[in-house]
């Protein structure tokens, strides 16, 4: 009953949630009519552990034409020019059905596409995604290369995989990080010095109490410290509204809340200040160091930072016309069908998330990746540069990546590493992975927000079919687990959230992950947009935990025999367990018994009695005191409620950000508040009273007393979530 009220309890208070098209090759065609929406509902996009899926059976297994690009079986592979990229002849025929392949060899490139269709073409019936392109690439030479549905739906667009971009979200990261490193192999910039001797001083890190410097190295593996806030300003619906690099950092500065190196937490702002240091140090716009670095000598052309806006003196100049006509809407599903999203400006903060680029390019950039910095005779990085891509920075724990060098690591099916990142706005969705060991990359964008789950999982059921000998699935369970419930049960939130004021309250609705023990011996964990089930990774006293369905790991930090917080085998943030008055079952106890009281006060100013209304001057003075905190808390509880139903529009919360429902119903439940203590002061004079002819009875003193406690207990809840500060929006 406990996981059953705490499980709706999260549902409830979850936050920011987030029609089969046609498929098309590089090939461009003419575009019919845009297909239409379905009106299902569709799961949040809301980023979760990585798990691959097993493989289809064999039997399930789509069919579907060969590329236009890949000759007939058994055709000779031509050899590709040093470090270059050429189209995929394979050398021998297709694999059969159901078996897989070793290391070394190539993948079959006509039933990977027959599986990538099957994959693809399922999801975007099921989660209605407007239009997806991806590019596989293996030992130099492009295996796969597609678009499928729709770029634009009015106009209807299809996606051309060589020339619809797609914005990247944080896979934009991995230039400027690519940038940092050029900068520290030049002997420019150091790993191990502090990050403020390249930056201005204006931008500087301040020491907030934290006597340890944030170095260069704690934004590569996003160990400075910084809590992460971004509703109102991380995307921008007016270009008027987009800022300079600098000016945002300056204004934008988060809190420090952990010391240089103490936890790994994702921070945007972290990666806009590496970004701003290596402009610092080349002297160089962002946008153009990047171009001059990276793009252009790999022959990206149509991948750009830049941004459609109107040219503005102290901002970059603005994507081309030829590029910008070839970008992609994002869109977001709605009840009554897709919606298309307006332009997602994220130029304030370039280096985090304004890339965009088609699937043809990021084909380009994962060979030069995989060939260690060179492509078609050109050297875009050096060998350590290389190296560091691949190589985890510091150990997370057993069975959990560190970061290598601002690059993700990547658990793959069969026991295989990759490195990469996934990607995210408001309405696109990408994954950028390579494996090394296959000489394999995989890239996968898409426009909708609800396509999260296949871009996150394509690449390692990608691996799993073809390079993984077939596994049992689910993974059992250990019965010797349910001894244990106490040491692991419980509320989880991230530290990758605001730590004051609304946006605190904000990021507690929707980072929290309930942990609960099953009775068949495995571990669920459930967040606002669904749950994953773990199996015990050897001894369960040791918290260590393996996805039932894949590679996914979590790793809890055991203290004295029960789990602290945990850590999931991305390494994006730690995930600490909170007391009860922190999780959102308490909230809404506490708001529910509040909202009983208000009611119930109010009820007995019509209700009650004439004789009940003899009282002391005090207690007229602190019954209209009552009635008021009736009206406020109640008034309060609809204005958070109608923000939380909009809110449920990640959109409508970023650019509307805190908005007047929720300003509103902050200042109402404080000032509520500040009468309840007013209340709690006054408790005492209550109960002296007067004669009985002349004050209350002992029950409506009762009921006063109980009802200021209940209001007092919802005030040190909602101060404890930081609801109490309408001013800090």
């Not at 207690?619 to 409620?641: E, G, H, K, M, P």
Request: hydrophobic letters at 45%; proline letters at 9%; aromatic letters at 8%.
């Amino acid at each position: 009953m406990r996981f059953i009220v705490n499980a709706a309890a999260l549902a409830l208070v979850a936050l920011l949630t987030g029609p089969a098209a046609a498929q098309n090759t590089s090939a461009a065609t003419a575009a019919p009519p845009a297909p239409a929406a379905s009106p299902a509902a569709a799961p949040s996009a809301a980023p979760r552990p990585y798990v691959p899926v097993p493989p289809r059976p064999a039997a399930a297994r789509p069919s579907g034409p060969r590329p236009a690009t890949v000759a007939a079986a058994g055709a000779a592979r031509p050899a590709p020019p040093a470090g270059g990229l050429a189209a995929y002849v394979p050398a021998t025929p297709a694999t059969p059905s159901g078996a897989r392949l070793a290391p070394g060899e190539p993948l079959p490139a006509a039933e990977l596409e027959a599986f990538v269709d099957g994959v693809v073409r399922d999801a975007m019936a099921r989660e209605h995604i407007a239009g997806v392109t991806i590019s596989v690439v293996q030992n130099g030479q492009v295996v796969l290369k597609k678009g499928y549905g729709y770029a634009t739906l009015d106009p209807a667009r299809r996606v051309d995989p060589d020339r619809t971009l797609f914005r990247l979200g944080s896979v934009s990261k991995t230039f400027a990080w690519i940038a940092l490193m050029k900068e520290v192999e030049a002997g420019r910039m150091r790993l191990e010095s502090p990050v403020n001797l390249y930056l201005p001083e204006r931008l500087q890190v301040r020491d907030q109490g934290y006597r340890t410097p944030v170095r260069v190295a704690n934004l590569l593996d996003h160990s400075a410290g910084f809590e992460e806030r971004t509703l109102g300003h991380l995307y921008e619906r007016r270009p008027q509204r987009v800022r300079p690099l600098a000016d945002y950092l300056r204004q934008e500065r988060p809190r420090r809340v952990h010391a240089p190196g103490a936890v790994s937490s994702f921070s945007h702002y972290g990666v806009g200040l590496a970004g701003e240091a290596v402009t610092y140090v080349a002297q160089k716009p962002f946008e153009r160091l990047i171009e001059e670095e990276i793009l252009v000598p790999a022959r990206l052309t149509h991948t750009s930072f830049r941004e459609p806006r109107p040219a503005r003196d102290g901002l970059p100049i603005p994507m081309s016309p030829a590029l910008a006509a070839d970008l992609s809407s994002g869109y977001h599903w709605t009840p009554t069908g897709l919606a298309a999203e307006p332009f997602e400006y994220s130029g304030q903060n370039a280096p985090a998330n304004s890339a965009s680029s088609t699937a043809g390019d990021m084909a380009r950039y994962m060979a030069l990746l995989l060939n260690g910095g060179s492509l078609e005779g050109a050297l875009v990085y050096g060998p350590r540069t290389a190296q560091a891509l691949r190589t985890p920075m510091q150990a997370a724990g057993p069975g959990v990546n560190g970061w290598a060098h601002g690059f993700m690591m990547y658990d793959l099916p069969g026991g295989r590493r990759g490195f990469g990142h996934l990607g995210s706005t408001l309405a696109f969705q990408s994954n950028l992975v390579v494996a090394p060991e296959l000489g394999l990359g995989i890239f996968i964008a898409a426009n909708t927000d609800t396509a999260a789950d296949l871009a996150e999982r394509l690449p390692g059921e990608i691996v799993q079919q073809f390079y993984t000998a077939p596994a049992t699935f689910p993974r059992p369970g250990n019965p010797e687990l349910l001894n244990l419930r106490a040491h692991y049960d419980g509320y989880y939130v991230t530290t990758r959230r605001a730590y004051g004021g609304l946006e605190a309250f904000a990021s507690r609705l929707r980072s929290g992950t309930l942990v609960k023990v099953l009775n068949d011996g495995r571990l669920a964990t459930t967040t606002g947009v669904g749950s994953v089930v773990w199996a015990p990774d050897g001894d369960p006293a040791a918290g260590r935990f393996v996805g039932v369905r894949g590679p996914g790991r979590l790793v809890f930090d055991m203290r004295q025999g029960a789990a602290a917080s945990f850590i999931d085998d991305m390494n994006a943030a730690r995930h600490e367990r909170t007391d009860s008055w922190l999780q959102p079952r308490t909230l809404l106890v506490m708001a529910g018994l509040a909202a009983v009281a208000a009611l119930a006060t109010l009820g007995g100013v019509i209700l009650r009695d004439r004789r009940e209304f003899r009282e002391t001057s005090i207690q007229s003075r602190l019954s209209q005191v009552q009635n008021t905190q009736a009206i406020l808390w109640l008034t309060a509880f609809a204005l958070f409620s109608a923000w939380f139903l909009r809110s449920r529009d990640a959109a409508a919360v970023m650019y509307g950000w805190p908005g007047p429902f929720l300003i509103l119903a902050s200042a109402c439940a404080l000032v509520a508040a500040a009468l309840t203590i007013l209340a709690l002061a006054a408790l005492p004079a209550v109960w002296r009273g007067g004669r009985r002819v002349d004050s209350w009875s002992p029950l409506r003193k009762l009921s006063f007393s109980v009802t200021v406690l209940i209001y007092a207990g919802l005030s040190v809840t909602l101060f404890n979530w930081g609801a109490l500060s309408p001013w800090s929006g």
